[in-house]
């Protein structure tokens, strides 16, 4: 089984500041990593994805993560917030595999201050 | 490419009465498919894996008499509420399972029962 753990449910943060959003998981096999966003009253955007290779990975709306096996974390990075980045950010992980579903963590409100 | 639309986005309906919830994977086939329920400031919950051409598989606790679910087409799964009561309410996503196990979500639909 997998958990995850997304240690800050809620994140301000200055408009043009930098923000890290944390996410550690736990797995006693590999898995896929995702970081997806939620607006008010819509579904999961996905945001990015590790599946293998570089454990630098870049996503839309200029969001990046790195994957680290040692340290089981997978946190997302935004050099630079907009006002428009406020929203419910995801976490989830899956094994590979066929018909596996996502475990999501508790997920983390980034509120960007102007 | 990777969409998926859910229909409708708001119903309100009367307690006792039932409610049919569309996914649709529109420009790829889905074998599989997810239904999550979602409670405000919460992650998400998943409820049931609806798998093409047979039965759904349900999380433990979700009555699978009141949330029926029917997976007939590649590109279509279906969940009714049957005899919708008010603590019924609440948002439903779907996602739909694409290439490389990432899971494409709809945008919700928020089921408010009077």
């Known amino acids: 089984a997998q958990s995850v753990t997304q240690l800050d449910s809620q994140v301000p943060v200055f408009e043009e500041a930098p923000v890290e959003l944390r996410c550690n998981y736990s797995s006693s096999v590999s898995v896929y990593l995702f970081w997806y966003v939620q607006y008010p009253n819509q579904g999961l955007q996905l945001l990015l994805k590790?599946?293998?290779?570089?454990?630098l990975v870049k996503g839309i709306n200029g969001f990046e993560a790195e994957f680290n096996k040692s340290q089981t974390s997978f946190h997302l990075r935004k050099p630079s917030v907009h006002i428009s980045d406020t929203a419910e950010y995801f976490c989830?992980?899956?094994?590979?595999?066929?018909?596996?579903?996502?475990?999501f963590g508790s997920g983390t409100q980034l509120t960007v201050l102007p | 490419g990777a969409v998926v639309s859910q229909h409708p986005s708001w119903v309100i309906c009367k307690s006792g009465t039932s409610v049919k919830i569309e996914c649709r994977s529109l420009?790829?086939?889905?074998?599989?498919m997810f239904w999550y329920r979602q409670f405000p400031k919460q992650s998400l919950m998943l409820m049931a894996t609806s798998n093409e051409g047979s039965k759904a598989t349900y999380e433990q606790g979700v009555e699978k008499d009141k949330f029926l679910i029917n997976h007939a087409s590649l590109t279509l799964s279906t969940l009714t509420v049957t005899s919708a009561h008010p603590e019924d309410s609440s948002f439903y996503i779907c996602?739909?399972?694409?290439?490389?196990?990432?899971?494409?979500f709809g945008a919700g639909t928020r089921l408010s029962v009077l």
């Open positions: 989830a992980v899956t094994p590979p595999g066929s018909a596996r579903q996502l475990t």
């Open positions: 590790y599946l293998s290779g570089s454990t």
């Open positions: 420009d790829f086939q889905a074998t599989t």
């Open positions: 996602s739909a399972r694409g290439q490389e196990d990432i899971q494409y």
